[in-house]
């Protein structure tokens, strides 16, 4: 648990004393009950593939951008999926800059997972030609500013990310129709990409010998906490992936609760992603729509003649 220890200097022992106090009444230092979530915002620009999000002070942004490329000789038909973090020591001074430290290979792979164990992302269709060529999709999730439960905020801004994105569209050509032609956006309209659903992550933080449960725990939360175990679900109740770090061992019916609040959370989250990539594609379409205002009825005065 780097993130913890790296945060850990920055509470006295009367704060963490206080905090572990307090969770024993169900009181939680920002006045947040046990299994009350933060307020997410969400933030999607207006290029294509990008997105931020807040998790109360928590800012992360996801970019999502894609190149063609050989296939892995074990599945030539299948795209590339790949995350990668940034943590940035303007986004919390414990983050060293160079190699990734341990709290960014965990992040990424708990993402990574989550996305690629439940294929959320549908691989096959990113192939343009067996063996030879494929779409590799990479998402870059760079830590803006830490305030606590990292994951799920990255996470978040994964998904928005990839449901935002569209790549452009191929086919193929040569006197061998083995030739791969890109199109560029001004002849043919990007695709976006086949996301059969989404994986959330929830992460719940353990205290007193994993006797108190808190969901989305905060930074400081987080320096005092004994262990911490994230679940990936969907709005259908999918269990996608499960992560345990640090402290002791989770009876089943703690598991299981976890996952009943996780469900319950997923759905909500799930409509808000939906709500606001509904809102950008309909921004989208009118953007497109004022790019090119005369063209329709070019096309019907020349049919007309």
């Known amino acids: 648990m780097e993130g913890r220890l790296a945060n850990s200097w920055r509470l006295t022992l009367n704060d963490k004393n206080f905090i572990k106090t307090a969770l024993l009444s169900e009181i939680r230092i920002d006045g947040r009950k046990p299994f009350e979530y ?16 807040q998790l109360g002070q928590t800012r992360v942004m996801g970019m999502v951008t894609a190149q063609l490329v050989q296939p892995y000789r074990d599945r030539p038909k299948e795209g ?9 020591p303007m986004a ?5 800059p160079g190699r990734p430290g341990e709290l960014a ?55 928005a990310a990839l449901l935002t994105f569209r790549r452009p569209e191929c086919s ?18 990007p695709l976006p990409l086949t996301v059969h659903h989404l994986p959330i992550a929830i992460s719940f933080g353990f205290f007193s010998n994993e006797s108190i ?17 994230t679940t990936t679900v969907n709005a259908n109740g999918d269990i996608c992936a499960i992560q345990k770090s640090g402290g002791e061992g989770v009876p089943r019916r703690v598991i299981m609760q976890c996952l009943q609040l996780a469900t319950s959370k997923a ?9 606001a990539v509904e809102v950008f594609n309909t921004e989208r379409a009118l953007r497109k729509i004022k790019r090119h205002p005369t063209s329709t009825g070019d096309d019907v005065r020349e049919k007309q003649n």
């Open 213 to 229: 449960l808190v969901i989305d725990p905060t930074h400081n939360e987080e320096a005092v906490m004994g262990g911490r175990m």
């Open 80 to 88: 590339i999926l790949s995350i990668f973090t940034e943590f940035s």
């Open 267 to 275: 759905a909500s989250i799930t409509k808000q992603i939906k709500d």
């Open 105 to 159: 290979v965990e992040l990424g792979r708990i993402v990574d997972r989550g996305l690629r164990e439940s294929r959320a992302v549908d691989t096959e269709s990113l192939c343009i030609l067996a063996g030879k060529f494929v779409w590799a999709i990479r998402i870059d999730l760079h830590i803006l500013d830490n305030g606590g439960n990292l994951v799920d905020a990255a996470n978040i801004a994964a998904l």
């Open 172 to 189: 193929l050509g040569g006197e061998d129709g083995q030739e791969v032609i890109v199109h560029p956006p001004e002849i043919r309209e």
């Open 92 to 96: 919390d001074p414990s983050f060293e």
């Open 38 to 53: 933060l307020l997410i915002i969400m933030v999607i620009y207006r290029e294509d593939g990008s997105s931020e999000v």
